[in-house]
T-cell receptor
Framework: ELKVEQNPLFLSMQEGKNYTIYCNYS?????LYWYRQDPGKSLESLFV?????AVKQEGRLMASLDTKARLSTLHITAAVHDLSATYFC?????????????FGKGTKLSVKP | DAEITQSPRHKITETGRQVTLACHQT?????MFWYRQDLGHGLRLIHY???????NKGEVSDGYSVSRSNTEDLPLTLESAASSQTSVYFC?????????????FGEGSRLTVL
């Protein structure tokens, strides 16, 4: 059974600090996706990682993918309050490009002053 | 701008009633999906379609059905609503094979079954 596990599930950070969210998965997928969800809102695509060693950065967020370890990380640098949200990683269910994704349970990030 | 819209955004219904949630996308994407989101479970796939007349069951399909008569629409029907189907439902679409496989989500439909 394909599993996608995120940790931590809850993260309370102080502004200015760094932290990493981990996403482990159990299949040999080379595609991994990160989404952000604000309370009561839809999911917004953050990063699409399509190969081993892929690294993408947007502002204070950087995502990487290690397909051999079946691990992706989302690193937060110098957190600010605006980053407070729930972050989901997702993996292609059958390893393809059809968009059939299985999601982790999400990491709820709260950034406090 | 191309988009994906869901309706209704909020609905309250009674146990046993039939409910249909609409999903319409204007991206001309081949693939469409329905997920439900519940606390502690993340997003779980209900049904999906890879093109017109194609439908497939996801991991939590019991009590739900879909039909795909055109590219733009994938309505989700709850044949006889149950309290366990109280949830937030998200429709999503993806261009299909040969692309990044990225999903684009609608705004969600919050369903309460009393």
């Amino acid at each position: 059974e394909l599993k996608v596990e995120q940790n931590p599930l809850f993260l309370s950070m102080q502004e200015g600090k760094n932290y990493t969210i981990y996403c482990n998965y159990s299949t040999t997928s080379d595609r991994l996706y990160w989404y952000r969800q604000d309370p009561g809102k839809s999911l917004e695509s953050l990063f699409v990682l399509l190969s081993n060693g892929a690294v993408k950065q947007e502002g204070r967020l950087m995502a990487s993918l290690d397909t051999k370890a079946r691990l992706s990380t989302l690193h937060i640098t110098a957190a600010v309050h605006d980053l407070s949200a729930t972050y989901f990683c997702a993996v292609a269910r059958y390893g393809g490009s059809q968009g059939n994704l299985i999601f982790g349970k999400g990491t709820k990030l709260s950034v406090k002053p | 701008d191309a988009e994906i819209t869901q309706s209704p955004r909020h609905k309250i219904t009674e146990t046993g009633r039939q409910v249909t949630l609409a999903c319409h996308q204007t991206w001309n994407h081949n693939n469409m999906f329905w997920y439900r989101q519940d606390l502690g479970h993340g997003l779980r796939l209900i049904h999906y379609s890879y093109g017109v007349q194609d439908t497939n069951k996801g991991e939590v399909s019991d009590g739900y059905s879909v039909s795909r008569s055109n590219t733009e629409d994938l309505p989700l029907t709850l044949e006889s609503a149950a309290s366990s189907q109280t949830s937030v439902y998200f429709c999503a679409s993806s261009p299909g094979l040969g692309t990044t496989g990225e999903l684009f989500f609608g705004e969600g439909s919050r369903l309460t079954v009393l």
